[in-house]
């Protein structure tokens, strides 16, 4: 079995931890990774221009019913809820979930739905409980789950509150989650 997508999900101090963790993967790094970031519905939509900048995968704002390709990192638009079917996304602007959109358990419980043990779940820092439900739904069908260290985070709410509501299968300082990845997709699980 081979993992074909991760799905992440991050909020407060999420700019500087995509940085490293999308900074250490390889450019033949097989997996699609699509990304939830909080943000204010009017934010400045050069996430990926400046994402872009740390890491040499090809890196943009989703499009509805965009084709999932390995390799690439994908992010949820501002205002948006970013959702995946077997092989693409879609979005939605459906109401917000848990005061979020997009929200990280929106991604997080569709890539489960549409992937069950062939994604891999990862919760970075963050300031609320959203991405909870998504990893404990995500888990339940057999996705693999990593949660960033909260003594690594720069808002150790969401990574605590994942900790203590999943059986997560590692947590992890944040520098040593990009080289898990790498292992995991090149290993096979």
């Given at each position: 079995m081979s993992y074909e997508l991760i799905v992440i999900g991050t909020s407060?101090?999420?700019l500087s931890a995509l940085k490293t963790l999308l900074g250490a993967l390889p450019q033949?790094?097989?997996?699609?990774?699509?990304?939830?970031?909080?943000?204010h519905r009017e934010?400045?939509?050069?996430?990926?221009?400046?994402?872009?900048?740390?890491t040499v995968l090809p890196v943009h704002e989703v499009e509805d019913k965009?084709?999932?390709?390995?390799?690439?990192?994908?992010?949820?638009p501002a205002d948006y809820h970013l959702l995946v079917e077997y092989g693409y996304f879609s979005l939605s602007?459906?109401?917000?979930?848990?005061?979020?959109?997009?929200?990280?358990?929106?991604?997080?419980?569709?890539?489960s739905d549409s992937y069950n043990e062939r994604v891999i779940g990862v919760i970075l820092t963050g300031?609320?409980?959203?991405?909870?439900?998504?990893?404990?739904?995500?888990?339940?069908r057999g996705g693999m789950t990593i949660v960033q260290d909260p003594d690594t985070a720069e808002s150790p709410?969401?990574?605590?509150?994942?900790?203590?509501?999943?059986?997560?299968?590692?947590?992890?300082p944040l520098g040593q989650i990009a080289p898990r990845l790498m292992n995991l997709c090149t290993a096979g699980g």
């Open positions: 407060l101090g999420g033949d790094f097989s997996a699609a990774l699509a990304i939830v970031q909080h943000r934010s400045d939509p050069g996430l990926g221009t400046f994402l872009q900048q740390f965009e084709r999932i390709q390995p390799g690439h990192v994908y992010l949820a602007v459906d109401e917000p979930v848990s005061y979020a959109r997009p929200s990280i358990d929106v991604l997080l419980e569709s890539a300031a609320n409980q959203d991405g909870v439900q998504g990893l404990a739904a995500l888990k339940a709410v969401l990574p605590k509150a994942a900790i203590a509501a999943v059986s997560v299968d590692a947590v992890l």
